[in-house]
């Protein structure tokens, strides 16, 4: 028997936002996937992201960390692609 998928929250920022129309997801992954997982699936969805893959940092639960950190339920991911202010 398979485990269980678990669910997280993807929080959307910048051109993930712009492709996607809503400031957050909830997507389901098998337990420990790792964090870019998440990114992979969003470019795979909307290829015209693929030129932020190399340059977008990952957090999870307020703290950045490494793309292979992996998911646990309830996680709240971000993606978050260089920006500029002014």
Do not use: C, G, S, W
């Given at each position: 028997m398979s485990e269980p998928s678990i669910?997280?929250?993807v929080k959307l920022f910048a051109a993930y936002q712009?492709?996607?129309g809503v400031p957050e997801l909830v997507?389901?992954?098998p337990p420990g996937t790792p964090v870019v997982a998440v990114r992979d699936r969003l470019i795979a969805e909307h290829p015209e992201l693929d030129c932020w893959r190399d340059i977008t940092r990952f957090g999870i639960n307020l703290d950045f960390v490494d793309p292979q950190t992996p998911l646990q339920a309830g996680d709240e991911v971000v993606l978050i692609p260089p920006v500029s202010g002014g």
């Open positions: 669910a997280v929250t712009e492709a996607y997507l389901e992954f």
